[in-house]
Antibody
Framework: EVQLVESGGRSVQPGESLRLSCATS????????MHWVRQAPGRGPVWVSR????????NYADSVKGRFTISRDNANNTLSLQMNSLRAEDTAVYYC????????????????WGQGTLVTVSS | DIQMTQSPSSVSASLGDRVTITCRAS??????VAWYQQKPGRAPKLLIY???YLQSGVPSRFSGSGSGTDFTLTISSLQPEDFATYYC?????????FGQGTKLEIK
């Protein structure tokens, strides 16, 4: 069974840093593009970042560029998101998601998703 | 960024009803649209990709259509487990963007 399990979310103050992790199992992690998607309370999902199978291609949404860093550890089947200079508007549930299809092709269809981890940024 | 606008924002329907949700892109996205279902406290689930392709394991009562700027998700006969919020998403242009959601409620 394919599983993605996020961790690391908690309440922090503006300007602080946080590192999220996504532990995966049930598929060959090193064969897939991976994504982070966030969802603020009561809002639609918003794509945050993506990384290709070997970590050589990385993209970010403008809203997090320069503050967030995505990375992956293919030996340990883990995806990470380092979040610095956090702002109130970063408050959301953060999901890791796999691209639907394996290989070098990028579809940007997200399947499956983890259960999410809540990040709250408030003073 | 491409804006994805869903309508209606909420809809009430009964078991067995046929329901259609629409999504309009602010510019043409060819067939690069997906639909997701989300239940309270759960992650979104992929239903349809590339406008009309049913994701593996999704019941055949779900179908998608459209191209260019106008897209629809149809549920042919509502089942109890279908009451949820539905989102469209475009993957034609970076960054990929989602609609604001359509909440499907029991009448």
């Amino acid at each position: 069974e394919v599983q993605l399990v996020e961790s690391g979310g908690r309440s922090v103050q503006p300007g602080e840093s946080l590192r999220l992790s996504c532990a995966t199992s049930g598929f060959t992690f090193s064969n897939y593009w991976m994504h982070w998607v966030r969802q603020a309370p009561g809002r639609g999902p918003v794509w945050v970042s993506r990384i290709n199978s070997d970590g050589t291609i990385i993209n970010y949404a403008d809203s997090v560029k320069g503050r967030f860093t995505i990375s992956r550890d293919n030996a340990n089947n883990t995806l990470s998101l380092q979040m610095n200079s956090l702002r109130a508007e970063d408050t959301a549930v953060y999901y890791c998601a796999r691209d639907r299809i394996l290989g070098a092709t990028l579809e940007n269809w997200f399947d499956p998703w983890g259960q999410g981890t809540l990040v709250t940024v408030s003073s | 960024d491409i804006q994805m606008t869903q309508s209606p924002s909420s809809v009430s329907a009964s078991l067995g009803d046929r329901v259609t949700i629409t999504c309009r892109a602010s510019q043409g996205v060819s067939s690069w649209v997906a639909w997701y279902q989300q239940k309270p406290g759960r992650a979104p689930k992929l239903l349809i990709y590339a406008a009309s392709y049913l994701q593996s394991g999704v019941p055949s009562r779900f179908s998608g259509s459209g191209s260019g700027t106008d897209f629809t998700l149809t549920i042919s006969s509502l089942q109890p487990e279908d009451f949820a919020t539905y989102y469209c998403q475009q993957a034609s242009s970076f960054p990929q963007t989602f609609g604001q959601g359509t909440k499907l409620e029991i009448k």
